[in-house]
Each structure stands twice: as C-alpha cells, then as structure tokens.
C-alpha cells in the first residue's frame, strides 16, 4: 500500500504550525472520544506517547459535555505518528488525476509524475476536493451527494512574548468563534513566547470573508478579540502579539454530512472515507475510515456498498 499526501507531514487537519519560540494546533485543538473504538484506538497511542487525555479546558461554544480531550505530545501533529511506521507515504505528491486503466488504477500527480498500477484506491480528502478530483478525472460520481457541505475556517496564530494578555477572558462573539490556547509554552528558550493562542473565526464569518488576505484578517480578528475583552472584563487591553499569523482552511468542519459511514464500489475497487461522511470531527474520520477498512477487508457485510 502506498499512501500520497500533497503536504510535507503526516496529519491533515490534525495540523501543527511550529516556529522558533512556540507552536499552534491551528486545526483541531483536540480530539473527543465519544464510542469504545476510538477511545481505544486513543489509549493506544497514549501508551505509544503521542497524545495525552486532559480535563477539557476549551473555551468553546459547542464544548456542551466537558469531559476528557486528547491532544497530540507534544503537539497535534504527532498525535497520528505511531501509524506512520512501516507505512510507505509519499509526501508533497498532489493527485490531480486518476485513470482506469485494465482494471487497474493509475494516479497523476500535480507535478506530472504517474503512480500505479494499483489493485485498488481510496481517496480521503474533504467531499469537495474528492468530487473535484474524480470530475477532473472524467469520473461522474452521482453517489457523492453535492449536499455534502463543509465549511472554512479562518485561524489566528498569535505569540506573546510575556504573559498576562487576558485572551482566555475574551470568550466569543459573532466573528470568534473558540479561544484556545496554542500548546505547550517555551518560554525558557531564548526567543520562546510565555503565550500562544489559536483563534478560531465563526464559520459565517470565515465564509464572508474567505477571499480576504492574510493581514486583513488577522487585523480584524485581533480587533474583535480585543472588543470582547473589553466586554468581558470591563478593561481595555492592549494586544500585542510578538507573532501573528493568519492561516486559513478552506474545507474546515462538516454542515451537512453524507450520512453514511463511507463509499465502496466494488466493481472499480474505489473507496471514500472521511469526517465529512458521519460528522466533523476526528473520531467521525477514524470510524469512516476503519469502517471502510473493515469492508474491504470482508470483516463487515452491514456497511452500505454503492454499486
Ligand atoms: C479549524 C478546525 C478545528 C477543528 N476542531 C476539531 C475539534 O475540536 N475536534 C475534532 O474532533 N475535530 C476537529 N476538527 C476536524 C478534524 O481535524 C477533522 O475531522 C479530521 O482531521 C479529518 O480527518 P480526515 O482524514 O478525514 O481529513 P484531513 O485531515 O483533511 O486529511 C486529508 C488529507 O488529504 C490530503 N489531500 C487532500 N487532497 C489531496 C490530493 N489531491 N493529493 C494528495 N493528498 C491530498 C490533505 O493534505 C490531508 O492531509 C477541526 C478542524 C479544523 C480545520
């Protein structure tokens, strides 16, 4: 098996920004294991030393049951490193076409070198960017419902070089959407930040504003931060990040999911699995992704085969 990821790491959404001086989980903060295989799958790699259970301390909006998160160790990016052993990945291989060739599958990658042939393919990207993949490729996919919605999201990474900015007060508003803060601090080294903080814009807000560039961004987010301090605290607050990066995903969270647990054409031997077939979340994608495993594999006759 071979796995071809368009970035330099491992991790997808699981995704860690690192820089002298500190880090952000500018995706996924955390992970919240909700059924028995997942939880297992995260005590796993505990004792693997990847991620770490924590009381949830997020100040989120939709934090309604607040119990143990998992976070990656040291930061989310790792958190998925113990399955990398053994697994052969080619990175910075962008697939941007696909060919059915003698019952076999063949991959272009965006740099122009051909892949395969394989026995058989499973793509993971978010709905859009799998549905754009397979139309590019001359393959209609009627069963990928264009109901399928996911929505972006703005970050903003910040870095302070001394403690006291008060963002864990600021809370949310109609443009933040979650203040959370950027990880483990390193502020013993020279030039580490005593604070990191990653907010995370609303989805509306993100979506009005998706085309907008980086430093605009940061500058309004920064603002209303700002204004909800005020609001928050009664005190005006002097934000004055050392670091400031905006990073934006453009498929985010899943609206309106697939409603199915994933995809799998026998006759092409094609297979689809992500967060956005059951909800938005990593435990959504680990269960797609091991149910579509368990399919292929002929351990499940329960799971819906498209034909
Ligand atoms: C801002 C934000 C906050 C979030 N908060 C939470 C949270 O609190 N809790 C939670 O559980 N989840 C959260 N999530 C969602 C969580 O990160 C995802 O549900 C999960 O990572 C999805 O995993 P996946 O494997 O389905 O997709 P991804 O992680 O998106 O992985 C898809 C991979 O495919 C690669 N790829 C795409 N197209 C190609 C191509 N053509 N060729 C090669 N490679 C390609 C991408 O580079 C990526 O690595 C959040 C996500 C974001 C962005």
């Known amino acids: 098996m071979t796995v071809f990821e368009k970035s330099g790491d491992i991790g997808g959404r699981l995704a860690t920004r690192r820089r002298a001086g500190g880090f952000w989980n500018h995706g996924a903060p955390a992970m919240e294991a909700r059924t028995p295989p997942f939880v297992d799958f995260l005590q796993d790699l505990e004792?693997?030393?990847?991620?770490?259970?924590?009381?949830?301390?997020?100040?989120d909006e939709d934090a309604a049951a607040p119990g143990l998160l998992w976070r990656g160790c040291p930061d989310m990016r790792e958190a998925l490193r113990p399955l990398q052993t053994g697994l052969d990945i080619v990175f910075r291989a962008e697939i941007s076409r696909?060919?059915?060739?003698?019952?076999?599958?063949?991959?272009?990658?965006?740099?122009?070198d051909i892949h395969g042939p394989f026995d058989a393919l499973i793509l993971t990207p978010p709905a859009a960017q799998a549905r754009a993949l397979l139309t590019r490729s001359g393959l209609p996919a009627p069963w990928l419902s264009e109901d399928v919605l996911m929505h972006p999201c703005w970050a903003l990474l910040l870095g302070f070089e001394?403690?006291?900015?008060?963002?864990?007060?600021?809370?949310?508003?109609?443009?933040?959407?979650?203040?959370?803060?950027?990880?483990?601090?390193?502020?013993?080294?020279?030039?580490?930040?005593?604070?990191?903080?990653?907010?995370?814009?609303?989805?509306?807000?993100?979506?009005?504003?998706?085309?907008?560039?980086?430093?605009?961004?940061?500058?309004?987010?920064?603002?209303?931060?700002a204004r909800q301090l005020v609001r928050t605290s009664g005190r005006?607050?002097?934000?004055?990040p050392a670091y400031v990066s905006a990073h934006r995903w453009?498929?985010?969270?899943?609206?309106?999911?697939?409603?199915?647990?994933?995809?799998?054409?026998?006759d092409q031997r094609l297979g689809i699995a992500g967060d956005w077939c059951l909800g938005a979340t990593a435990e959504d994608a680990f269960l797609s992704g091991r149910a579509l495993a368990e399919q292929i594999l002929g351990r499940s006759a329960a799971l819906r085969t498209v034909a």
């Open 98 to 112: 696909l060919e059915r060739r003698n019952g076999r599958w063949l991959l272009a990658s965006a740099s122009g």
């Open 250 to 266: 453009r498929h985010a969270r899943t609206l309106q999911p697939l409603g199915t647990s994933h995809i799998w054409l026998e």
């Open 47 to 59: 004792a693997h030393g990847s991620v770490r259970s924590f009381a949830n301390l997020l100040y």
């Open 236 to 240: 005006e607050a002097r934000l004055q």
């Open 162 to 225: 001394n403690s006291g900015s008060g963002i864990q007060r600021a809370g949310t508003s109609d443009v933040v959407a979650r203040v959370a803060s950027g990880g483990a601090l390193a502020s013993s080294e020279p030039g580490g930040f005593a604070e990191t903080w990653v907010i995370h814009a609303q989805p509306a807000w993100s979506r009005a504003h998706l085309e907008c560039g980086r430093e605009e961004i940061a500058e309004l987010l920064l603002g209303d931060v």
